[in-house]
């Protein structure tokens, strides 16, 4: 049995979970076994047919006074709990920062090592074998883990959603006990950031700016091409965020996220190594920038050579026309 | 206030990285090493909390010997102590094993502490994994990806970067507590702080003297393959005034790419 981790926030599944539950199941699949997954806390009522349809043939549902809230020590009691009961092969997380708190604990705690952000599972050797970027993408890591179970993260926005099937998954609450001094620290409150709605890590089109944005102002005409495209976040060099014009969340790189949208666009990002290492796993990419020798035309599919104050406006002009 | 900041020798994340599919590793002939970036913010909170609080910031590296250097930077920035574990063995891309060795330091030479600090990611091996498992091994509550960390008594509260928005999490100390960009402004070494670290020892110590030998220490990720993303054939470049080069953009990229 592959077992995944699904992540609930604001009482709804997300989606990096569910793409994690559709690879977890397409690999059960091939090998003749079970996908299951399991909820920690509060479970939205629509859990039974959202996660049957990305394959679970059963959701175990964990509850606990202590669970509702956050708490990594909490939720991963309650999990060594369910691994020890079910003895899966895996247990799959979705590389968020709630999937990478967690799995490295739970693996901790079961005494066995786990492979992080992977970007593909290959089963068919008839052992699990996981490829992760390593150095942000500078170079590719085949990895098999030699003690069970296979703990790993999956980077979002790469393995497929399963297509909807009308298929329904069991929900088997149990209640599991959690003692309160196990529990040194929770989340105390969430503080969401104005207008931030999705991370550069989940979005499926990253709108990025480097230097030749020349300042804050740039970001905002950035945000409002981003506004045109659906499920999109803004993105930055590493200088522009150190200029102090877009917050370091949005920081794409090595020393900030790695990024493999559907689509990245890098307007006035000449290509440092860095930089290119955290978002050249992208599917396609676009380049505007008016130096034709920029490093960031040779990752490119498609490229623009001109002044970005042009090209953003005729741009936003030309998405407008398809609304 | 005692602080123990965990730190690691990465590749220059400017340098171009190359493999020797053979060995399966990074070839490390001509490459510069640096302390990892996210390990920078550790030391510099550290500091900051000795300054406003007392007590002794000792850091710690578990790596070959030539991570030395590293732990030499974190001494010329201001900390009091720096000792190195040394591993004879090259990546193994194993955190599992790093924090085993890690928590057995922490036990055994380090029980008083009331923090550890780590970087959020080493650059590399990219797990961001082991501040999580220490504080397992350790029993100790963890927050990750740290922005900004606020301490009273043995009660402390920290920012963690979530998708979005920031989680608050409360805990107690000891605690372990791994830092993200945005922590703080790391500072650069002083010639007297870069004078007198060549002064201090870097004691050198076996993960054996910490009771983990053989076995122990064998990793439990096999490594299959290591090798470069493929490269990507030269993508187009659209001509045109910036309005045709867009017209062109947008109908390229919903009937060429299919991602509008």
């Known amino acids: 049995m592959i077992l995944t981790y699904i992540e609930i926030r604001d009482g709804k599944i997300k989606k990096s979970s569910l793409e994690t539950l559709s690879e977890a199941s397409r690999k059960a699949r091939e090998t003749g076994t079970a996908a299951e997954a399991v909820v920690v806390g509060a479970c939205p009522e629509t859990a039974g047919a959202d996660l049957g349809s990305a394959g679970a043939s059963k959701v175990h549902v964990l509850e606990s006074p202590e669970l509702s809230v956050y708490s990594s020590q909490g939720f991963v009691r309650a999990l060594e709990t369910l691994v020890r009961e079910t003895a899966p092969a895996a247990v799959f997380f979705p590389a968020t920062a709630m999937g990478r708190d967690l799995a490295p604990r739970l693996a901790a705690r079961l005494d066995v090592s786990l492979a992080s952000d992977c970007t593909a599972v290959d089963i068919s050797s008839g052992r699990i074998v996981f490829t992760r970027p390593v150095f942000a993408g500078k170079a590719r890591l085949t990895l098999a883990l030699t003690a069970a179970p296979a703990i790993a993260t999956l980077r979002p926005n790469v393995f497929p959603l399963e297509a909807a099937n009308g298929a329904s998954a069991e929900v088997v609450k149990k209640t599991v006990d959690i003692p309160v001094d196990a529990v040194g620290g929770r989340v105390s409150e969430i503080v969401c950031e104005m207008g931030a709605v999705l991370d550069v890590s989940e979005a499926e089109i990253v709108v990025s700016g480097g230097r030749a944005m020349k300042g804050p102002e740039g970001f905002t005409q950035l945000s409002e091409l981003a506004a045109l495209l659906p499920r999109s976040a803004v993105g930055a060099s590493r200088t522009a965020v150190d200029s102090g014009w877009i917050g370091h969340s949005h920081q794409v790189g090595q020393t900030g996220k790695t990024v493999s949208p559907n689509l990245y666009f890098a307007f006035g990002i000449s290509g440092a190594i860095q930089h290119m290492a955290g978002m050249s796993s992208s599917k396609v990419i676009v380049a505007v920038n008016k130096d034709p020798e920029a490093p960031m035309f040779k990752v490119a599919d498609y490229g623009i050579v001109g002044d970005l104050f042009a090209v953003i406006p005729a741009l936003a002009a030309e998405l407008k026309t398809l609304a | ?260």
Request: hydrophobic share 45%.
């Open chain 2, 1 to 260: 206030m005692n602080v123990v900041v965990f730190l690691k020798r990465v590749p220059d994340t400017e340098s171009r990285i190359r493999i020797d599919r053979e060995a399966k590793a990074v070839l490390e002939e001509g490459l510069n090493f640096i302390i990892s970036p996210n390990d920078e913010y550790a030391v510099e909170e550290a500091l900051r909390l000795r300054e406003a609080k007392g007590g002794k910031v000792t850091a710690v590296s578990f790596g070959p010997e030539e991570a030395a250097p590293t732990l030499r930077k974190a001494l010329a920035m201001g900390a009091d102590e720096a000792v190195l574990v040394k591993d004879d063995r090259r990546e193994t891309y194993d955190s599992l094993r790093t924090a085993r060795v890690l928590a057995a330091f922490v036990k055994a030479r380090a029980a008083d502490s009331d923090l550890l600090l780590f970087g959020r990611m080493s650059v590399g091996s990219d797990n961001a994994s082991v501040p999580s498992m220490v504080a397992e091994i350790l029993s100790l509550p963890q927050a990750n990806v740290v922005t900004k960390l606020e301490i009273e008594g043995t009660k402390a509260v920290a920012h963690r970067e979530i998708e979005g928005a920031l989680e608050k999490v409360a805990f107690s100390l000891p605690a372990v507590v791994s830092a993200q960009k945005g922590l703080n402004e790391p500072r650069y070494e002083t010639l007297k702080g870069i004078m007198a670290a060549k002064k201090k020892p870097v004691p050198v110590i076996t993960p054996a003297e910490l009771g983990l030998e053989g076995a122990a220490l064998d990793p439990k990720v096999e490594i299959l393959d290591l090798e470069l993303p493929p490269a990507k054939p030269a993508g187009k470049i659209l001509p045109g005034t910036p309005e045709e080069a867009a017209k062109e953009l947008v109908r390229l990229l919903r009937t060429e790419a299919k991602v509008l």
